[in-house]
């Protein structure tokens, strides 16, 4: 990898792509640390020195790469996109319409794309809201003391308005430098925006642990995280990477006087091939709920107001010991709902690849198996085989913060479960899967300019 690198920036177009996507990153960097407008930058400072525990608002943070701890204009990140995308692709084999733009190959999928960035703007606008009443729940004094002038009554509708598009503007500008960072830089841009976010929180959350009680307790949790650093890590490239080889034979094909011999091949059926995906629609849903909420606080202590302040609490990370019914529901909830959407996103993702018909189309066939519905039916039992360890694997990653929890309590190490919120299991499969997938393109890049010198990492 060391070598691939170091190749690319004795090519001066590649170097500029590297520099070019590195300057973007930076960019996002210093957006990220800008404030929204109406915002009491006292309350903001006292706010960004402590956690939520909100695993909700924690999760978000994640995403936006610690913008919603900063409380700033990129503060939703990229999420809204995310949402509209997945949404979208979702719709794309319900809705007939979506289906043929599928099929149109590249104008079909930027018309897609165009409605990807029309249904962004108003999930933008309510995320907005609900996560601004949401962080607001987290704090002792509510929204209010961190923005006195949020609100869409009496005369706070201006500066209400102002802070929205200020939070939607930082939004759409995060995806268009996700796209510029595509189109002109190396890597996929919204991924490599997230990946910057997670790496730049590394750093600042190694030295909470160094804030513990007792010199035992620091020792042991960065022991603790190197461990389960390494042995994540390696887990997670195993998975990403397995894969299962069908075999695929192609019979004798004749072309004008030509005639071609069959030939033997396969077709990678990836262990995870639904990715970060199920982890973002579990936290999705986990989230919607206290984000609509947000809609309905008002501090007024009415039936509807206690109703929405106590959904909104839904993702606060209770403690083991003083709420073990509420911090036992949430986890086993969340990994219920990974392992489900893994299924789920795995069997979509499949059925709209069409292999049975591309391989019918292209006169080839697994070795024993028909052509047509009994090659699906044998492709969709491997796949949901080899998906089961892919859906718990991903289940597993996404409650190690509870697992860890659990086991502080035991151990009796408070500050234990710090070791995995320095950058958690979910974190760490974006930042595997976008280096492993940036890496790829940058071989290819190399590849395609005939480097003679290049090493395959």
Do not use: C
Not at 76 to 104: K, R
């Amino acid at each position: 990898m060391i070598d691939s690198i170091r190749a690319a920036f004795t090519l001066p177009d590649l170097r500029r792509r590297i520099l070019y996507t590195i300057a973007m990153l930076v960019i996002y960097r210093l957006l990220a640390n800008i404030p929204v407008p109406g915002v009491d930058l006292q309350a903001w400072l006292l706010f960004t020195s402590q956690r939520t525990g909100n695993s909700v608002v924690d999760f978000l943070d994640l995403l936006s790469g610690g913008a919603v701890s900063n409380f700033s204009v990129m503060a939703m990140g990229v999420y809204p996109y995310i949402t509209a995308s997945i949404i979208i692709q979702l719709l794309t084999p319900i809705i007939p319409q979506f289906e043929e733009l599928q099929s149109e190959g590249e104008s079909g999928r930027n018309k897609l794309n165009r409605y990807t960035y029309y249904l962004t703007v108003p999930l933008a606008f309510l995320q907005a809201i609900g996560q601004i009443r949401l962080v607001g729940a987290s704090l002792t004094g509510g929204v209010e003391s961190i923005m006195p002038n949020f609100g869409f009554t009496g005369g706070n509708l201006l500066p209400t308005l102002t802070t929205l598009v200020a939070m939607v503007g930082g939004t759409m500008f995060a995806i268009w430098l996700g796209e510029r960072i595509t189109e002109e830089g190396v890597g996929q841009g919204i991924s490599l925006i997230i990946f910057g976010g997670i790496v730049s929180g590394i750093i600042p959350s190694l030295a909470q642990m160094f804030t513990l009680e007792t010199t035992a307790a620091r020792v042991f949790s960065i022991v603790t995280f190197l461990i389960y650093l390494v042995l994540t890590v390696l887990v997670i490239v195993i998975i990403q990477e397995g894969q299962r080889r069908i075999a695929v034979q192609y019979g004798r094909r004749v072309r004008g006087r030509k005639i071609y011999q069959g030939q033997s091949t396969y077709i990678p059926l990836k262990v995870n091939t639904a990715g970060m995906i199920p982890i973002i629609f579990a936290q999705s849903i986990l989230t919607l709920f206290p984000l609509l909420s947000g809609l309905f606080i008002s501090g007024s202590g009415s039936f509807i107001d206690r109703v929405a302040t106590t959904v909104s609490q839904f993702g606060t990370q209770q403690d083991v010991t003083t709420a073990p019914v509420a911090f036992t529901v949430y986890w086993v909830l969340y990994f219920i709902m990974v392992v489900a959407f893994t299924f789920f996103y795995t069997d979509v993702m499949v059925r709209q690849q069409n292999l049975p018909e591309t391989l019918q189309r292209q006169g080839g066939f697994i070795p024993g198996i028909r052509p047509g519905k009994r090659t699906e039916t044998y492709l969709m039992s491997v796949v949901r085989r080899i998906t089961l360890v892919g859906a718990l694997f991903l289940g597993l990653i996404a409650i190690l913060p509870g697992i860890m929890a659990v086991v502080a309590v035991v151990l009796q190490i408070p500050g234990l479960e710090r070791s995995v919120l320095v950058i958690s299991g979910s974190g760490l499969i974006i930042v595997v899967g976008v280096v492993i997938d940036t890496m790829r393109q940058l071989e290819a890049q190399l590849l395609m300019r005939h480097y003679e010198g290049f090493i395959k990492s």
